[in-house]
């Protein structure tokens, strides 16, 4: 059986664990590999040659790290495939969508590679006579990312490469669901002439996660999960006094209006919400249908549905694959058991549909119509092949039932109103705003996150913010003087 080890400091290490964690392909359900169940003596290793590497890695000049970045994004174009491969194998999601993950991943070090423009800083010259101001960001040292199983290449990349670039040393914590890609990312780093120590891999679960949050040594942590881990990394994270960007999970509502082209949207809201098997942090779960368009939607909603074809990533025809595991179906189950109980209907039973081949954790499209806000399909994060339709009387009470859902990631609208539009962008409460796009991510250079219970901290992450994120800074003021003349005051200095 195949082992995954850690990297540190530019090398595979097996760490002191005598534990395994077992890796499994989910459209088999079989055990393809183990990972090394880290310690807190692993992560202690892992984050001394962090901190050693820091001081020399901070001194690299910014062409320089921008270079690192240029060979990695090639490593990564020419290495898209073997990363696609292993994102496939260990989380199931198809071949075409895994290399969109990597695709966006690499879009992350794209921006990078313009590192030397976002460091500048600000000057203002004759601040008071002769005396000028300016503002420089300068890394913190050592840095920590904790990712979730559904992006094993995506979100460890919307972390590291920019903290990388501001001059940080960085220690990830993959999922132990599918941890491979992450070793493959380490190898690339180290390739493409990052320095030993600046990019580290420790596997493992909350003994790991509870080592990198105590950490004396550690000053920042970014985190991507579920809330519920989300809102302990922060919590303890700032407890030792570092700052963290915890992103925790979502229900995600698009709103359809009357005046939507309904073959448009949907084309747009299958893909959405089936899109890897419904396990995408901006996944659509939740629809709201405003006024009489409901019947009709669902109606076309279950027709497309039905004709998607489910099975393993290793049939290229297959276009939703399995899910992560036994826990997501169990979820989806009690949701129709609580939901059809309290009155719901179920317009489409993925536990019945047909799967091309394997024997894995295969569900199929599900929908929920007449779905109410305290059911549990709809308080629960299924985060699986879930649709739930709402009904609505107006696009009033759309938004105020996104007012109430304690998550805040992402909200889409459907219209061809651009007064709908406007009104639905300026007041939805989220982070992350569609209008006719369902999946509303942000590009590298604008920054990603949510609101409410969907992220914990002040910072969305990569884009702009995680250049303030990865730094803290300092404001310079200099005054040289051209006699030797000085003397003492004893008032606070003003500019006038
Ligand atoms: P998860 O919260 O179970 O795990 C995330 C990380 O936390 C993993 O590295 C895991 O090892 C660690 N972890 C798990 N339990 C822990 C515990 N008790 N103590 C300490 N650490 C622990 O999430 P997941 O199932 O891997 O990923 C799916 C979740 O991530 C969903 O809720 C999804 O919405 C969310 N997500 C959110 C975003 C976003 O941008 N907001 C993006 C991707 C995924």
Known sequence: MHTIEHWIDGKAVPGSAAGRIPVHDPATAGVVAEAIDGTSEDVDQAVAAARAAAPGWAEVSLSRRASHFFRLKQLLDEHADDLAELISTEHGKTREDALGEVARGTDIVEFACGIANLLKGEISEQVSTGVDSWSVRQPLGVVAGITPFNFPVMVPMWMAPLAIACGNTFVLKPSEK???PSLLLAELFDRAGFPPGVFNVV????TVVNALLDHPDIEAISFVGSTPIARHVYERGTAAGKRVQALGGAKNHAVVLPDADLEQTTSALTGAVYGSAGQ????????????DVGDDLVARLRTQAEQIRVGPATDPESEMGPVISDATIERIDAAITDATERGATLALDGRAAPIASGDGWFVGPTILDHVTPEMDAYTTEIFGPLLV?????????????IAANPYGNGAALFTSSGAAARGFQRRVQAGMVGINVPIPVPLAFYSFGGWKSSLFGDTHIHGPEAIHFY?????ITTRWLDDNVATASFSFPTTR
């Open 471 to 475: 730094t803290r800074g300092k404001v």
């Open 203 to 206: 596997h493992g679960g909350p």
């Open 280 to 291: 995408r942090c901006m996944a659509i779960s939740a629809v709201v249908a405003v006024g």
């Open 389 to 401: 339709v709402l009904r609505a009387a107006s696009l009033d009470e759309a938004l105020e039932v």
């Open 178 to 180: 599918d941890p491979s």
